[in-house]
């Protein structure tokens, strides 16, 4: 199946600090979500975004699908972005089942 | 419109028992999966629903089930509960079951297992 990786890890910032968070894919995909998860484990979703660029206040994304990757942009972070940050993958053939990364925990600190 | 709802929220069992979750999906979604989150082993796909018809299942033993309703209403149960069952069990809804289909998920149900 498809492999999904983020990178970085960990992040930790100063408020007002922008961030690029990063999702590699093995394989072609026709879903790429990301998702934030909050304080009390809820996924909630930022982008459907398989393709193209798309922004939403202080977020965006692209998906370059010809190569591979995802790239979540945060600008001007704010503490209550601090969490935990998962990119998640699907192919034609794996019908509804997303393949997660293993997530960005992002701290931003006032 | 009323988003993916799960309960119970909280579930605290013993070792032996079995449990069952339920997740009801977003108005007029059919699709219903299911995933458990650890620590240790991150989010994984337990199984996906469509149509009251088991369409995919992940790498789990047979101890985890499910089953879908004809209202699109989905539960998962956990027979003979081990210590590392112990996770937040999400669910997530879509209109299809189609891979392009966007997902959105439920608040989980914490399993903590003694």
């Known amino acids: 199946g498809i492999q999904v990786e983020q990178s970085p890890p960990d992040l930790i910032l100063q408020e007002g600090a922008n961030s690029t968070l990063r999702c590699n894919f093995s394989?072609?995909?026709?879903?790429l979500q990301w998702f934030h998860q909050n304080p009390w484990g809820q996924l909630i979703n930022l982008f459907y975004?398989?393709?193209g660029t798309k922004q939403n206040g202080r977020l965006s994304a692209t998906t370059v699908a010809t190569e591979r990757y995802s790239l979540l942009y945060i600008s001007s972070s704010q503490t209550t972005d601090s969490g935990v940050y998962f990119c998640?993958?699907?192919?034609?053939?794996?019908?509804?089942?997303?393949?997660f990364g293993e997530g960005t925990q992002l701290t931003v600190n006032p | 419109k009323a988003g993916v709802t799960q309960t119970p929220r909280y579930l605290i069992k013993t070792r032996g028992q079995q449990v069952t979750l339920s997740c009801s999906p977003i108005?007029?979604?059919?699709?219903v999966s299911w995933y458990q989150q650890t620590p240790g082993q991150g989010l994984q796909f337990l199984f996906e629903?469509?149509?009251?018809?088991?369409?995919n299942k992940g790498n789990f033993p047979g101890r985890f089930s499910g089953r879908q309703f004809s209202n699109s209403r989905s539960e998962m149960n956990v027979s003979t509960l081990e210590l590392g069952d112990s996770a937040l069990y999400l669910c997530?809804?879509?209109?299809?079951?189609?891979?392009?289909?966007?997902?959105?998920f439920g608040p989980g149900t914490r399993l903590t297992v003694l």
């Open positions: 975004i398989p393709s």
């Open positions: 998640a993958a699907a192919q034609e053939t794996s019908g509804s089942r997303l393949t």
């Open positions: 629903y469509f149509s009251e018809t088991q369409r």
């Open positions: 108005s007029g979604h059919r699709s």
């Open positions: 394989d072609s995909v026709n879903n």
């Open positions: 997530a809804s879509s209109r299809a079951p189609q891979s392009y289909n966007e997902q959105f």
